[in-house]
């Protein structure tokens, strides 16, 4: 067989792509956008054990265009639902997915939350989404266009508007400024969005814009024709080149590192690889507040400590440290004191200072070399802090 047929007359355009073996049994559902590119991937360059065997699998590739990359994300989570494709469900289960959340409150918020923490009693819920980076890059772009709450209850009029209500992220609920009807429309229109079907959407915003420009509210109508004009122009950045090659073993990796000189203006820094692929969104650092003095294998637990102490972040599937046996040692004990059981690999250099030696358990989602990238980010990004924090002090901030 041609190899080159398989996606040569594929369009260059964003969409899914359903690799079928000889049987016609779909095998895996992925998303681009740019269908030929990607899909000419799989063939033009070294793969993974996995991706290669779903390689020899495929005898033919259907493909479904959207009009957008999260579209095609969106379509991509409805066909994985639908099917169940071996080759997307395979070392990665139901409870390792995403899924959007609808909460039950009086006025909704949306949240993404993996499967393995659903409890059954959340509201309308939307998924699975494979990756992590992807789905939040999704949301941080249509919640431009359709605001949404982030608290628990309404808050008072007069009061003080919260950061997202500043920046148009939050539709007023914190003071009180939308009514329900309102709200429930934007949520509607993110629930529609979630099922594909974005031509309701705009029809109904169309209705909207001439409904009120008939009875004189023209704030609204400028509003709804806002949303309009948003939706036919959704910028996507963030998604494009994330998903335009072959991402790495499915899972959540932690790469940490420390910066300091002497112990002055102490930086932890704590990065994400989520399937191979570095996960800014879920970057954080810790300015070091309990160790005093040159004492690295302290800092880091301070920062381990303070990391797992936060009920909220997704736990790791993989931890990186930047150092030897001593950091090996003191990370499994901080899991320890918190009932964990993550696997912990240090990269310390060798004899020469040139070698890359790796102590600890491999993580079923990394390899040598996503840890090598693992940990040379987390060495550039608290570096990075720790110039700043060293800026901000020497000009008193």
Same mark, same amino acid.
């Given at each position: 067989?041609d190899?080159?047929?398989? !996606?040569?007359?594929?369009p ?8 079928k ?8 559902? =992925?998303?681009? $956008? ?7 991937s ?16 495929i ?13 095609a994300?969106?379509?991509? +989570?409805?066909?994985?639902?639908? !099917?169940m494709?071996?080759y ?10 995403? !899924?959007?959340?609808f ?10 939350? /993996?499967?393995?923490?659903? +409890? ?12 992590a980076? +992807? ?9 431009k266009?359709?605001p ?32 329900k ?5 934007? &949520? /509607? ?5 979630? *099922?594909?079907?974005k031509?309701?959407? &705009?029809?109904?915003? @169309?209705?909207?814009?001439k ?10 109508a400028?509003a709804? *024709? /806002?949303?309009? #004009?948003?939706?036919?122009? &959704? ?6 080149? *994330? %998903?335009?090659?072959?991402? =790495? ?6 790469? !940490?590192?420390i ?8 930086? =932890? ?27 690295? $294998?302290?800092?880091m ?7 797992? %102490? ?8 993989? &931890?990186l440290?930047?150092?030897?046996? =001593? ?5 499994? @004990? ?14 310390? *250099?060798?004899?020469? /200072?040139?070698?890359?030696? #790796? ?9 040598? @070399?996503?840890?090598?990238r693992?940990?040379? %980010?987390?060495?550039? #990004?608290?570096?990075?802090?720790h ?11």
């Amino acid at each position: 067989m041609d190899r080159a047929n398989l !996606y040569k007359n594929l369009p260059e355009t964003a969409g899914v792509y359903i690799m079928k073996n000889a049987a016609g049994d779909i095998l895996y559902v =992925g998303k681009a $956008v740019n269908l030929r590119r990607r899909v000419s991937s799989y063939f033009l360059r070294p793969h993974d054990s996995r991706i290669e065997s779903l390689v020899h699998e495929i005898a033919s590739i259907d493909h479904k265009n959207t009009d957008t990359a999260i579209e095609a994300l969106i379509l991509e +989570s409805q066909l994985i639902k639908r !099917y169940m494709p071996p080759y997307n469900i395979k070392e990665k289960d139901d409870k390792s997915f995403l !899924y959007v959340v609808f909460t039950k409150d009086a006025f909704p918020r949306v949240l993404l939350v /993996r499967g393995k923490d659903l +409890s059954g009693d959340e509201g309308e819920l939307y998924g699975p989404f494979v990756s992590a980076s +992807s789905a939040r890059a999704a949301l941080a772009v249509i919640r431009k266009i359709f605001p949404w709450s982030d608290h628990a209850e309404e808050g008072k009029k007069g009061g003080k508007p919260c950061f997202n209500c500043q920046i148009g992220l939050c539709p007023a609920v914190c003071i009180g400024g939308i009514t329900k009807a309102d709200y429930a429309k934007n &949520i /509607r229109n993110l629930k529609l969005f979630f *099922k594909g079907e974005k031509k309701k959407i &705009i029809r109904s915003l @169309e209705a909207d814009m001439k409904m009120y420009a008939k009875t004189l509210q023209f704030e609204k109508a400028e509003a709804a *024709k /806002r949303k309009l #004009f948003a939706l036919e122009h &959704i910028q996507e950045t963030a998604l494009i080149g *994330k %998903e335009d090659y072959v991402s =790495g073993p499915a899972g959540r990796i932690e790469g !940490y590192d420390i910066s300091n000189i002497s112990g002055t203006n102490a930086v =932890g820094a704590m990065v994400v690889f989520t399937d191979g692929v570095p996960d800014k969104a879920e970057y954080r650092t810790f300015n070091i507040r309990t160790v005093k003095g040159p004492d690295d $294998v302290g800092m880091m637990r301070e920062v381990l400590t303070r990391r797992f %102490e936060n009920k909220v972040w997704p736990l790791p599937d993989g &931890i990186l440290v930047d150092g030897g046996l =001593g950091q090996v040692h003191m990370a499994r @004990e901080v899991l320890h004191e918190f009932n964990l059981k993550i696997p912990v690999v240090g990269i310390a *250099k060798g004899a020469d /200072r040139k070698n890359n030696v #790796f102590i600890g358990t491999m993580p079923k989602c990394g390899t040598k @070399e996503i840890m090598i990238r693992v940990r040379d %980010e987390a060495h550039r #990004f608290s570096r990075a802090r720790h110039i700043r924090r060293r800026a901000n002090d020497f000009l008193g901030r």
